[in-house]
């Protein structure tokens, strides 16, 4: 089956410098990838998504990009806010159910 | 809508009891699915269900858990003798191929505690 590797697990920026979190997946099927955002006590909450047929979008701070040959993909945040700390997944998945094989998971904290 | 609700948000059961979670997804929504979240494992996916249907069910961890789905707006999760290991923040997910294609709505959660 899929396996997604996220890294790296924590990731602490000054606020208004970028972070970037880098996942790679093993199934070269998989077409599709979603980002999630995850605050304390809540469920995940899709941030941003890219397609296989899509090399990167961009979505105000945040951007995706996805490299199907080597098989990564990559979240950017520019202009860091303490309010983006929170913990982010990347995961993958293909077919058309959508079922999702998630990384690992970045704790990601913006310093003011 | 007011998104996917789970219920009960916490739930602390002994070891040996049965255990409930419930989940109302979003309205119109053909797709829902459950996921565990613990810090060895992380996310992963227990089953899902298409139109009612339980369709892949493999990342059901043993017989002791069993999910139904009697209507397009419930869906339960059941765990059955619940034991310490189970505890874990348990997800009900929902998508809807037509309006909103490929995304998934999670709800807030079920914190389980098994002593």
């Known amino acids: 089956g899929e396996n997604v590797e996220q890294h790296p697990s924590t990731l602490s920026v000054q606020e208004g410098d970028s972070a970037v979190i880098k996942c790679t997946y093993s199934?070269?099927?998989?077409?599709?990838f979603p980002w999630y955002k995850q605050e304390l006590g809540k469920g995940p909450q899709l941030i941003i998504d890219?397609?296989?047929?899509?090399g990167e979008k961009k979505d105000q701070r945040i951007a995706v990009t996805l490299n199907k040959t080597a098989k990564h993909f990559s979240l950017h945040i520019t202009e860091t806010q303490p309010e983006d700390s929170a913990v982010y997944f990347c995961a993958a998945s293909k077919g058309s159910a959508r079922q999702l094989t998630f990384g690992s998971g970045t704790q990601l904290t913006v310093l003011p | 809508d007011a998104g996917v609700i789970q219920s009960p948000r916490h739930e602390v059961t002994e070891m040996g009891q049965e255990v409930t979670l419930r989940c109302k997804p979003i309205?119109?929504?053909?797709?829902l699915f459950w996921y565990r979240q613990t810090m060895m494992r992380g996310l992963e996916l227990l089953i899902y269900f298409n139109n009612n249907v339980p369709i892949d069910d493999s990342g059901m961890p043993e017989d002791r858990f069993s999910a139904k789905m009697p209507n397009a707006s419930f869906s339960t999760l059941k765990i059955q003798p619940s034991e310490p290991r189970d505890s874990a923040v348990y997800f009900c997910?929902?998508?809807?191929?037509?309006?909103?294609?490929?995304?998934?709505?999670f709800g807030a959660g079920t914190r389980l505690s098994v002593l």
């Open positions: 890219i397609r296989s047929n899509v």
């Open positions: 199934d070269s099927a998989s077409n599709y």
């Open positions: 997910a929902s998508r809807d191929t037509g309006t909103s294609g490929d995304i998934q709505y």
């Open positions: 309205s119109g929504h053909d797709y």
